[in-house]
C-alpha cells in the first residue's frame, strides 16, 4: 500500500544539536511539506518542495532546513539555531494541480532533553 | 495576509449533528477544505470546496459560501469515535502552501 513515513516517531535532542527527520513517500506525488504542530494549535508550515531539486521556505522557516534530492525522500534537519524545537513534527504529500488533498505522515514527536 | 477563524471547541452528544464554522480572509482563493485529527495522528482529508454550495460525503456534509467567505464542516449522526479536532485550510495565491486554522476540538458525549 502506499503511503507516507516518517521516522523515528519520537526523538530526543540534545542543546546544540542538529537532528533530521526522516520523510518518504511512495505515492509518485511531486509536492511534499513539512509542518509543526505546538500543542492545541493548527498545522503552520516550515518548507514546502513542487519538484526534486527545489523547495521554499513556509511560515516559520529559520532553524530548519531540509533538501530534495529524490522524488520520495524529503528530509527536515532541525539544526541548533531552532531554540524553541519541542513539537509534533508533520511531513505530508499532494500531487500538484488545481487542487489536491495532502496525505500526512505519522509525525514525529521532538523532546529537548 | 490569510487567516482563517473557527471555533476551538465544540461539544455534541451521540446522534446529534454538530456544524463546524470557519471564516476565512485571503488575498486569493482556491477553495477550502478540511482534515480531521485524532490526539495524537496524522491529520486526514475530509472534504473540498472550491464552488459555493454544499457537498456530502456519508455522515459528512461541508458547505462554502464564498461570498461571506464563511463554509462549515456538517457532521451527522454523531459517533463517539468523531471526538477529534477538524482544521478547516485554504490555498494561498500561489496556490501552492495551505494555511490551517487552529482548530475546533470536538467532544462527543454518550
Known amino acids: 500500500d502506499g503511503g507516507i513515513t516518517q521516522s523515528p516517531k519520537y526523538l530526543f535532542r540534545k542543546e546544540g544539536q542538529n537532528v533530521t527527520l526522516s520523510c518518504e513517500q511512495n505515492?509518485?506525488?511531486?509536492?511534499m511539506y513539512w509542518y509543526r504542530q505546538d500543542p492545541g494549535q493548527g498545522l503552520r508550515l516550515i518548507y514546502y518542495?513542487?519538484?526534486?531539486?527545489?523547495?521554499q521556505k513556509g511560515d516559520i522557516a529559520e532553524g530548519y532546513s531540509v533538501s530534495r534530492e529524490k522524488k520520495e525522500s524529503f528530509p527536515l534537519t532541525v539544526t541548533s539555531a531552532q531554540k524553541n524545537p519541542t513539537a509534533f513534527y508533520l511531513c505530508?504529500?499532494?500531487?500538484?494541480?488545481?487542487?489536491?488533498?495532502?496525505?500526512f505522515g505519522d509525525g514525529t514527536r521532538l523532546s529537548i532533553l | 495576509g490569510q487567516s482563517l477563524e473557527q471555533p476551538s471547541e465544540v461539544t455534541a452528544v451521540e446522534g446529534a449533528i454538530v456544524q463546524i464554522n470557519c471564516t476565512y480572509q485571503?488575498?486569493?482563493?482556491?477553495?477550502l477544505s478540511w482534515y480531521q485529527q485524532h490526539d495524537g495522528g496524522a491529520p486526514t482529508f475530509l472534504s473540498y470546496?472550491?464552488?459555493?454550495g454544499l457537498e456530502e460525503t456519508g455522515r459528512f456534509s461541508s458547505f462554502l459560501s464564498r461570498s461571506d467567505s464563511y463554509g462549515y464542516l456538517l457532521l451527522q449522526e454523531l459517533q463517539m469515535k468523531d471526538s477529534a479536532s477538524y482544521f478547516c485550510?485554504?490555498?494561498?495565491?500561489?496556490?501552492?502552501?495551505?494555511?490551517f486554522g487552529a482548530g475546533t476540538r470536538l467532544f462527543v458525549k454518550a
Open positions: 505530508a504529500s499532494s500531487l500538484t494541480g488545481t487542487y489536491q488533498p495532502q496525505h
Open positions: 505515492l509518485n506525488h511531486d509536492a
Open positions: 518542495s513542487q519538484i526534486v531539486n527545489d523547495f
Open positions: 485571503t488575498s486569493g482563493f482556491y477553495g
Open positions: 470546496n472550491a464552488l459555493d
Open positions: 485550510a485554504v490555498r494561498d495565491t500561489g496556490g501552492f502552501k495551505t494555511i
